[in-house]
């Protein structure tokens, strides 16, 4: 019944944003009663709240099995992995991208985004650690990850999210290894 719930809630959310999601709508769409509803959840936050946070699980997967299937690779191999991953993740619920990041309040999933956020920065930090080149100019591996994780999250939600991006997937994912790659 959960999952029934939290199934409806997501197409509502989609449907009709969060403003107009009530904890009766979503009764309604998933076949239960309103009482059967808050048995599982006391209010429309928490309906919320795990909507997103198994929409973020998601994604998380979806990036950090991009991260280990290409921990031997080398850096731009495993960056093009790690962005098309990412891309392909984001790109498959575009319309519940945008209610979560342009709808909810931030409060709603800032915890799950950071923890998706800090959880893919340690493996990069981890992976950069033993791959970062000896010759030439080297930067600290925690400084890094934080710039790439945080400057792709951002431009990959953005191209998925505009109407008309400037570029194609493939010339967008090409620049987001050449920024990774900068950064190093």
Request: aromatic share 6%; hydrophobic share 45%.
């Amino acid at each position: 019944m959960v999952d029934a719930i939290v199934d409806a809630a997501r197409d509502v959310l989609v449907a009709d944003g969060y403003e107009r999601l009530t904890t009766n709508r979503v009764a309604d769409r998933a076949g239960v009663s309103p009482g059967s509803l808050y048995q599982y959840f006391p209010d429309k936050a928490a309906i919320v709240e795990e909507v997103t946070s198994r929409y973020v699980d998601r994604l998380a997967e979806d990036v950090v099995a991009a991260l280990v299937d290409h921990v031997h690779d080398e850096p731009a191999a495993m960056a093009r992995a790690t962005a098309e991953a990412l891309l392909t993740a984001l790109q498959r619920d575009p319309t519940l991208l945008r209610v979560v990041w342009q709808e909810l309040p931030a409060s709603r999933h800032l915890d799950d985004r950071l923890g998706l956020e800090r959880r893919v920065r340690d493996l990069l930090r981890a992976y950069l650690g033993g791959r970062l080149p000896a010759h030439g100019r080297q930067r600290d591996p925690a400084r890094s990850s934080w710039l790439i994780v945080l400057a792709v999250e951002s431009l990959t939600v953005r191209f998925v999210l505009d109407e008309d991006p400037p570029l194609t997937r493939e010339e967008f994912v090409d620049d987001l290894v050449a920024l990774g790659m900068a950064c190093l």
